[in-house]
Structures are given as structure tokens and as C-alpha cells.
């Protein structure tokens, strides 16, 4: 269960947004096998007295249209796979609304199954996170990555 946030500058319309929040969650499906209904996405927008980033930071020249993506997602995918989310984020945010490959940047910060509540105060899966092995009840894209 990835959870997005998403940072920019304020000022896009609804369609805009709309099309980055798409854009991600097929990516995610596509590469991290993440099931349908599977999304949960927020847009933050910043004014820019409250949106600072490094203009030419790694060689890279960024615009005041920089995207900043911020992914939680279960630590249970190897790099391979990270790197195909990335790549395809990237593809699609540049087909769909138009933004420039340099302004898609993405962080992925990866917790441990059992840090996650999907609703109703409950743990669900913690029971299968005790198990020794990744056979517990969970859908192949939360099995620990060997």
C-alpha cells in the first residue's frame, strides 16, 4: 500500500493535478504490482514563499514547476523494481500533463509492513509480518524481497 504526497507550487488547475495523481498511481500499478483501488494520493500546494528547492542541484536544472513525489511504501521491492517505478513516474508525468523530466522528483522511504493501518485501528499485517517466512496472507506485492 504506497502512500503518495505530492508537493508544488499553487496555481495548476483540477486537470493538472489530476493527471499527476494518475500518472503515479498506473506506475505504481504498472511496476510495484500494486493491486487496483490501491491509491491513496494528496497534493500539498505551496505559494512561493513556502517552496525552496536546489534550482541546479546534480547538474539538474529544475523550474518553478518541479513536482517534489514522496512515496511510503512497504520496504519489500528490489532495487531493479525502484528504479522501474522511477523511470516510468518520470515517462508518464512528461506524456500526460507535459512536465519536464527535469522537474519530476521522487523520494521513496520504505517501512516495514507492520507499520501500516488500512482502516478500523487495526494492524493487518502484523499477523503475517511474524511469520519466518513471507508466506502470511498478504498479496505478492508485500512478500519481503529476497
Request: aromatic share 10%.
Amino acid at each position: 500500500m504506497p502512500f503518495v504526497r505530492i508537493s508544488m507550487r499553487a496555481g495548476k488547475d483540477a486537470a493538472y493535478k489530476h493527471a499527476i495523481m494518475d500518472a503515479i498511481y498506473h506506475a505504481l500499478r504498472e511496476t510495484f504490482d500494486v493491486p487496483e483501488d490501491d491509491r491513496f494520493i494528496v497534493i500539498d500546494e505551496h505559494g512561493a514563499d513556502a517552496f525552496s528547492y536546489g534550482k541546479s542541484y546534480m547538474d539538474i536544472q529544475r523550474s518553478d514547476d518541479l513536482v517534489l513525489i514522496q512515496i511510503t511504501a512497504s520496504n519489500t521491492r528490489p532495487l531493479e523494481t525502484k528504479k522501474a517505478l522511477f523511470q516510468r513516474i518520470c515517462d508518464l508525468l512528461v506524456e500526460g500533463p507535459g512536465l519536464r523530466a527535469e522537474d519530476v522528483f521522487i523520494n521513496l522511504v520504505e517501512t516495514d509492513r507492520v507499520n501500516w493501518s488500512f482502516g478500523l485501528g487495526g494492524a493487518q499485517y502484523a499477523a503475517a509480518a511474524q511469520n519466518d517466512d513471507d508466506s502470511g496472507p498478504l498479496p505478492k506485492h508485500f512478500r519481503l524481497a529476497r
